[in-house]
């Protein structure tokens, strides 16, 4: 495989850094985000594909395969406003892997959003993580390559960024990992980290 170092990971680890240790102790005092009024939504990303592990991933210390690449659009719907900081969602996604492979990918999933975050006012930003199923329609050469083994259908994780301008509460900037796994053996006898990805897109909200 031909790989190359995960430069859009080293631009978005200090953000995902901060937001996240900024988040508890600022949430009283956030400014809720202005979409309350927008339920549903959807994403759309591309994403380079990693055979390192989801830890390396979510620590934006993976290298990226350029020759290994994926097209997703999710929709997604809020199910619950647990409070003004907290949403749950239901997420459904059509992934075509257009470059190294050429098979569909279906993923449903739920997922749980943290909203508000101290700088809300000036740029509205997202926490989000989902788990569900993903289906192959193939059984991923990639996956193969990388763990000896794989199935059609494994665990999913979904870790999301959002970042938008409060004055276009519709549209935001999208950082994803996207991840299918074994789940410690659950899917597949052995299977353990079948493969990440990092997708970079947009969302809109309505």
């Given at each position: 495989m031909v790989r190359r170092q995960g430069s859009a990971g080293a631009a978005l680890a200090g953000l995902f850094a901060v937001s996240i240790w900024a988040a508890p102790a600022a949430a009283d005092d956030a400014t809720p985000t202005t979409t309350d009024d927008a339920p549903w939504a959807i994403t759309v990303y591309n994403a380079w594909m990693s055979d390192d592990t989801l830890g390396s991933n979510?620590?934006?210390?993976a290298d990226y395969e350029t020759d290994f690449q994926l097209f997703a659009v999710a929709?997604?719907?809020r199910l619950k406003?647990?409070?003004?900081?907290?949403d749950f969602e239901v997420e459904g996604q059509?992934?075509?892997h257009h470059k190294g492979m050429d098979h569909f990918e279906f993923?449903?999933?739920g997922v749980a959003r943290w909203r508000t975050f101290p700088w809300d006012k000036y740029l509205d930003t997202s926490a989000a993580g989902g788990v569900g199923l993903s289906y192959a329609t193939?059984?991923?050469e990639f996956e193969i390559e990388a763990e000896g083994k794989t199935e059609k259908l494994l665990a999913y994780l979904l870790v999301e960024l959002t970042f938008g301008l409060p004055s276009v509460p519709s549209w935001a900037l999208v950082a994803r990992i996207h991840h299918r796994s074994g789940a410690w053996g659950t899917f597949g006898s052995g299977i353990q980290g079948a493969s990440n990805a990092l997708g970079v897109g947009l969302k809109y909200r309505f």
């Open positions: 979510l620590r934006f210390q929709v997604s719907k406003r647990q409070n003004r900081h907290l059509v992934a075509k993923n449903i999933l193939e059984k991923p």
